[in-house]
């Protein structure tokens, strides 16, 4: 899936951002976009970047807490991409988005831990 998102990019990017990214590997990419390579969690890096190329939703936060178990259950979750800060949720997914905004961002309302 990530070398897919990728593929998207570099196909899908302007002159000026393509430039940039001829010179990083694919693999540089990931480490640059993502937290980890086994999480879907985006850096700063990664969601300036998919937010070019994708549809974000963005759902505002009222706990400024992140915690193991919101991490855990978005990669479970969301099969593409997601961002996750102490103010917002950003995601990519139509269907996680709507479920994230009945819960104010709050996944702890989930019950699913």
Known sequence: ????????????????????????????????????????????????????????YIIIRQNNLITINEILYLDKACKLPYFLSRDKIVVFETEIAVILTLVEGNISKLNVF
């Open 1 to 56: 899936m990530i070398k897919d998102i990728i593929l998207h990019i570099r196909s899908k990017a302007n002159k000026k951002i393509s430039a940039k990214l001829d010179s990083i590997t694919d693999q540089d990419l990931c480490k640059r976009m993502f937290y980890s390579p086994k999480s879907n969690r985006l850096t700063q890096f990664g969601i300036e970047l998919m937010k070019g190329f994708f549809k974000e």
